[in-house]
């Protein structure tokens, strides 16, 4: 057996601080090149986004919800609704309501594939998490969608919001332990009182999942079956604590 060459027996330290510079320039000659453009206006961009700082004013953002769903409240505390029978997570939280002109970037996304809009949107969840959080979860899962669904459209929304998430707060993502078993019909194609029976029994946690605290990630929130459910089979998996992060909070009917 031949010797291992000099080489291979040193160890090269990496330079973080270094390697954070590396990237700052980079991202600096980046936006130099191709400054960002606001998706909604056109006007220039800020903070390296695609958002203004007029159309990011004009965000809906949640300023009083509900502790426990992310309902919106005129003030802060526990919804009847919750009251009556609390929901299987923990609590949720969303950044704007469903609403102009937010509705119409979440349209963009889901159904133009337009997956620019995840990074900003994930960017301004993460934001709005970054200075929330009490403690962060163990793992981020977003809402899988089931395979057939995923080879029509190609990406998982969920996904694509839960990358920057994850990234700026530094937590794990997890999108293969948890897996949706059946194509359900889309939610917001029922009726309320369909939709729990609709997404019933459509999740499974696979082996080697063991986190205890879970933060589950996804677009829209409206009734919050979906949530519901998926929060429901993670707590029979042994999940502990779970949050939902949503990037809009919709209102049924509205």
Same mark, same amino acid.
């Given at each position: 057996?031949?010797?291992?060459?000099? &080489?291979?027996?040193?160890?090269?330290?990496?330079?973080?601080?270094?390697?954070?510079?590396?990237?700052?320039?980079?991202?600096?000659?980046?936006?130099?090149?191709?400054?960002?453009?606001?998706?909604?206006?056109?006007?220039?961009?800020?903070?390296?986004?695609?958002?203004?700082?007029?159309?990011?004013?004009?965000?809906?953002?949640?300023?009083?919800?509900?502790?426990?769903?992310?309902?919106?409240?005129?003030?802060?505390?526990?919804?009847?609704?919750?009251?009556?029978?609390?929901?299987?997570?923990?609590?949720?939280?969303? @950044?704007?309501? &469903?609403?102009?002109?937010?509705?119409?970037?979440?349209?963009?996304?889901?159904?133009?594939?337009?997956?620019?809009?995840?990074?900003?949107?994930?960017?301004?969840?993460? %934001?709005?998490?970054?200075?929330?959080?009490?403690?962060?979860?163990?793992? @981020?899962?977003?809402?899988?969608?089931?395979?057939?669904?995923?080879?029509?459209?190609?990406?998982?929304?969920?996904?694509?919001?839960?990358?920057? @998430?994850?990234?700026?707060?530094?937590? !794990?993502? %997890?999108?293969?332990?948890?897996?949706?078993?059946?194509?359900?019909?889309?939610?917001?194609?029922?009726?309320?009182?369909?939709?729990?029976?609709?997404?019933?029994?459509?999740?499974?946690?696979?082996?080697?999942?063991?986190?205890?605290?879970?933060? @589950?990630?996804?677009?829209?929130?409206?009734?919050?079956?979906?949530?519901?459910?998926? !929060?429901?089979?993670?707590?029979?998996?042994?999940?502990?604590?779970?949050?939902?992060?949503?990037?809009?909070?919709?209102?049924?009917?509205?």
């Amino acid at each position: 057996m031949s010797k291992p060459t000099e &080489y291979n027996r040193f160890v090269f330290p990496v330079n973080h601080s270094a390697l954070s510079k590396v990237n700052r320039w980079l991202r600096s000659g980046q936006e130099w090149l191709f400054p960002p453009v606001c998706t909604l206006c056109g006007s220039q961009g800020e903070k390296g986004r695609d958002l203004c700082r007029g159309c990011a004013g004009d965000l809906p953002v949640v300023e009083v919800a509900c502790l426990r769903c992310g309902a919106p409240l005129p003030m802060v505390g526990v919804c009847g609704r919750c009251q009556r029978r609390p929901p299987a997570f923990d609590r949720a939280e969303a @950044i704007c309501h &469903y609403r102009p002109p937010l509705d119409a970037l979440i349209k963009r996304l889901k159904f133009n594939g337009d997956l620019h809009l995840a990074r900003l949107l994930g960017e301004l969840m993460a %934001d709005r998490l970054n200075g929330s959080l009490s403690m962060l979860p163990d793992v @981020i899962v977003p809402v899988p969608l089931h395979i057939k669904r995923l080879r029509e459209r190609g990406f998982n929304q969920a996904l694509e919001l839960a990358r920057p @998430i994850a990234r700026r707060l530094g937590v !794990a993502l %997890d999108w293969r332990h948890v897996v949706r078993l059946r194509a359900t019909e889309p939610q917001s194609d029922l009726p309320a009182k369909q939709r729990s029976r609709n997404i019933r029994g459509a999740f499974a946690v696979e082996q080697g999942f063991t986190a205890g605290r879970v933060a @589950i990630v996804d677009d829209v929130m409206t009734t919050g079956h979906t949530a519901n459910e998926l !929060a429901a089979t993670l707590r029979r998996a042994g999940v502990v604590d779970i949050s939902v992060w949503v990037c809009a909070r919709a209102v049924f009917g509205r």
